[in-house]
């Protein structure tokens, strides 16, 4: 069911200076405007028929459907050419050395190839890679998203990356290219045209953005107030918070504890889950009654959600440090037992498995009494309902990223380059980086079990771990990320796993959870008016302006009026427009 937006008069008047259009029904999907394009690219995405919204839905996990069993002696191919294959991707350099490194050999040895490494880190990929790419000298496979911007039409125009060869024999990557969302970000309208970047596959499903955001929360400090189940609603979450900076839920008999804290003020806009879905994390675009687009901002659910926000402001409950927390500030406030509920992703494998690592030698030592494992001590606050009756949660992209090959590549290397690729996308690929070596860091038992073997200790006393072991491991990122594959690995902890569905299959089994009814605009580009489109660098001190305002929604109707005398106008007819023209 469609839920529009409700704008009100002043927005009207002042954002709707343009033609308007009946709305054709949208897809779920984030909204992006800070990248400026050509024409080719509005164009190539107009021409584009595959639904958006299969595009956000469809599950990338087919991917594996062509891997049998991780643990086989099948020999495969043979490689006959020794080949040296250069790559640019995330921390490559450290992936890459000259130490010894069993694992790396065993890659080497199947494909025939070594790699040598284009040192580049999240701090300098960017400016890298442009760089080579502007000098001719990309490596022979380069992780970019290039896709979402004018930088895939000029790199592809320009000769600077080639487009891939048949993809026939090699079905993992087949699989992820064949998606709707691939052809999207390619600029294609089916798999005869030329495609260029093999998309990173980011989460195996949209139903996985359910946990990209979220709440902790410390069970045994609920219990140690007098509350026994978790929140379900503002009210009582807010009530919790009073009683978690109030009631001494650590029991030390001093007043020091913080109701909330999180990984920064950002992803504390989860408290708006409720109100207004569009505006967590980011500025998205909506549907305006009339079928039309404007960002969220301007909703009358943009400015519920702020007095949400407002209220836990105005109760005091609120990390004080709130507006500066970086880095693991807020989640080591959180571990060490300063805070009690800590906003940033929920109970998704990624971000518990961290918190795991920290609480369970503690609960193993019976440091919390009455605590037997971790999640008798550590839960989830579920989603709110929505003016709809049910949760509602945005997705976005299944992908992020691509990879691309050089246009220095030859045909015989770029099948090479599409081997490596296409085992790493396989469930065997995976189960080889992220276990190790058969025999030596595990084994499979008669029942088919993963038993893993005592890696050792490290010099400082800590464990040795695959990831530490074999610095090769962490070549995955080559083809996706790992919040992929993580419920896959046997060698996972059983008890997040558990959670991580849990809270999936509560949200859309029990609360009726669906995904936000949003504009798909992740592939259209202001080109006109990209400088006036400015709310979204100015995100967080948009959402501190009117939080901490004492009049929430007079901050909130200047915080408008100021967006759109300075341009938004502009903006909002630009977005439509390219919406028109994409047939959507």
């Known amino acids: 069911m469609k839920r529009n937006s409700r704008i009100l008069c002043v927005v009207l008047t002042l954002a709707f200076i343009v033609t308007c259009f009946a709305g054709c029904s949208g897809s779920g999907g984030t909204a992006t405007t800070a990248a400026t394009t050509t024409a080719a690219t509005t164009t190539a995405a107009a021409t584009t028929t595959a639904a958006a919204t299969t595009a956000t839905t469809?599950?990338?996990?087919?991917?594996?459907?062509?891997t049998t069993a991780p643990a086989t002696d099948a020999a495969g191919p043979t490689y006959e050419d020794h080949m040296s294959i250069s790559i640019a991707v995330?921390?490559?350099?450290?992936?890459i050395t000259d130490e010894p490194d069993a694992l790396r050999d065993l890659v080497y040895d199947k494909f025939n190839i070594e790699i040598e490494p284009y040192p580049v880190t999240w701090g300098d990929y960017s400016e890298k890679i442009l760089l080579w790419a502007s000098t001719a000298s990309l490596p022979d496979m380069t992780a970019y998203e290039a896709a979402d911007s004018?930088?895939?039409?000029k790199w592809t125009s320009q000769g600077v990356v080639r487009a891939l060869p048949s993809l026939d024999n090699y079905p993992n990557v087949y699989a992820v290219m064949s998606s709707d969302e691939a052809l999207i970000k390619n600029r294609a309208k089916s798999m005869d045209d030329p495609l260029y970047g093999i998309l990173r596959?980011?989460?195996p499903s949209a139903e996985n953005f359910i946990n990209d955001y979220g709440?902790?929360?410390?069970l045994d400090w609920m219990h140690n107030v007098g509350v026994e189940t978790v929140p379900s609603n503002v009210d009582e979450l807010l009530d919790l918070c009073v009683k978690f900076q109030e009631n001494d839920p650590d029991g030390d008999g001093i007043k020091n504890t913080i109701a909330i804290t999180g990984y920064d003020f950002g992803w504390m806009s989860y408290l708006m889950n409720g109100d207004c879905p569009a505006a967590l994390g980011g500025f998205h675009w909506v549907y305006a009654d009339d079928g039309t687009l404007v960002p969220c901002w301007a909703t009358e659910e943009f400015l519920e959600g702020m007095k949400t926000m407002a209220r836990f402001y105005q109760a005091g409950v609120i990390d004080p440090d709130y507006i500066i927390l970086s880095g693991e500030e807020g989640r080591d406030k959180f571990k060490n037992g300063v805070a009690g509920i800590y906003l940033h992703s929920g109970p998704y494998y990624g971000g518990t498995a961290e918190m795991y690592k920290y609480f369970e030698p503690k609960i193993e030592a019976g440091d919390y009494d009455g605590v037997t494992s971790f999640t008798d001590l550590i839960g989830y606050v579920p989603w709110f309902n929505t003016s709809s009756g049910h949760p509602e949660y945005r997705t976005s992209s299944l992908c992020w990223s691509e990879t691309y090959l050089s246009s220095a590549v030859d045909d015989a290397k770029a099948d090479r380059c599409l081997a490596l690729m296409d085992w790493l996308l396989s469930l065997e690929g995976y189960y080889q980086l992220a276990l190790g070596i058969e025999d030596v860091d595990y084994e499979w038992d008669a029942n088919g079990e993963y038993v893993k073997y005592d890696l050792g200790k490290n010099a400082d006393g800590s464990e040795v771990t695959i990831a530490t072991k074999y610095k090769i491991s962490a070549l995955t990122v080559l083809s996706n990320w790992s919040s992929v594959r993580t419920l896959d690995n046997p060698s996972a902890y059983q008890e997040l796993v558990d959670m991580d569905k849990e809270s999936m299959d509560y949200a859309i089994n029990v609360q009726g959870a669906e995904p936000a009814n949003?504009?798909?605009?992740?592939?259209?580009?202001?080109?006109?008016?990209?400088?006036?489109?400015?709310?979204g660098a100015d995100y967080k001190k948009i959402l501190n302006d009117i939080m901490t305002a004492d009049d929430v929604e007079a901050k909130w109707q200047e915080t408008v009026?100021?967006?759109?005398?300075?341009?938004?106008?502009k903006v909002i007819a630009e977005m439509n427009d390219l919406y028109k023209a994409a047939g959507r």
């Not at 469809?58 to 062509?66: D, F, G, I, L, R």
């Not at 004018?150 to 039409?153: H, I, Q």
């Open 58 to 66: 469809t599950s990338v996990m087919t991917m594996a459907s062509a």
């Open 90 to 95: 995330w921390n490559i350099g450290n992936m």
């Open 150 to 153: 004018s930088t895939f039409d």
């Open 201 to 203: 596959p980011n989460v």
């Open 215 to 218: 709440a902790l929360i410390r």
């Open 518 to 535: 949003l504009p798909y605009v992740a592939d259209l580009f202001l080109v006109d008016t990209v400088d006036y489109d400015t709310a």
């Open 561 to 569: 009026n100021q967006l759109m005398a300075n341009g938004y106008d």
